[in-house]
């Protein structure tokens, strides 16, 4: 069974910082891993989307990259700024059939 | 394009009472899901559908049900509310294709049983 992770739980940082949150994944067979933002009281809003056959993914001031062998995903937020605050979901997908396993996110401020 | 739509936003209930949380989309999507959303625990399948008629279970499907009977609209029934089904719910579509299958959210059903 899959199992998502995501460390640090929660994560200050003051604007303009450059930074890296991480997502680690037990089962190396995975077929697309997705980075999500849920600002608070809302759902989910997808943000990148990295299929297996590919490392990285690249929105805006985002990159998200994937390495199956070490189970690890991480997305970089260049410049970051106080609207980027929000708790940031990955989430890895077994098969074709959009069935996903989360992580628990991430709780980003960034303070101005 | 209104995208996942979720009914009600807020609901208080018994324990013991049933109730149906309603999703439409109008996206054509043929994948629909229900999670749930817990403190601590991150979102957790409940149930799922690849298409009309077509239905499977998550990883938390006790104590709900669900139809699809159009591909627009995907119901969770509570047949009998338990303080322990006090969640966020949330309700998600996509397409299913080769790989691409991002997956659009509903705003959230906040339900609380007392």
């Known amino acids: 069974k899959q199992e998502v992770t995501q460390i640090p739980a929660a994560l200050s940082v003051p604007e303009g910082e450059n930074l890296v949150l991480n997502c680690s994944f037990t089962?190396?067979?995975?077929?697309?891993l997705q980075w999500f933002r849920q600002d608070p009281g809302k759902g989910l809003t997808s943000l990148l989307l990295?299929?297996?056959?590919?490392r990285e993914q690249t929105s805006g001031r985002l990159n998200a990259s994937l390495d199956k062998s070490s189970g690890r995903s991480t997305l970089y937020i260049a410049a970051s700024q106080p609207g980027d605050s929000a708790t940031y979901l990955c989430a890895g997908s077994q098969t074709s059939g959009s069935r996903l396993t989360f992580g628990e996110g991430t709780q980003l401020t960034v303070n101005p | 394009n209104a995208g996942v739509t979720q009914t009600p936003k807020f609901q208080v209930l018994k324990t013991g009472q049933s109730m149906t949380l309603q999703c439409a989309q109008d996206?054509?999507?043929?994948?629909m899901s229900w999670y749930r959303q817990d403190p601590g625990m991150g979102l957790r399948l409940i149930h799922y559908?690849?298409?009309?008629?077509?239905?499977d279970q998550g990883e938390v499907p006790n104590g709900y049900n669900v139809s699809r009977s159009t591909t627009e609209d995907f119901p969770l029934r509570l047949l009998s509310a338990a303080p322990s089904q006090t969640s966020v719910y949330f309700c998600a579509s996509s397409l299913l294709d080769s790989g691409a299958n991002v997956l659009t959210f509903g705003a959230g059903s906040r339900l609380t049983v007392l």
């Open positions: 996206m054509n999507h043929e994948y």
């Open positions: 990295i299929q297996s056959s590919q």
């Open positions: 559908s690849v298409g009309a008629g077509i239905t």
């Open positions: 089962d190396s067979a995975i077929y697309n």
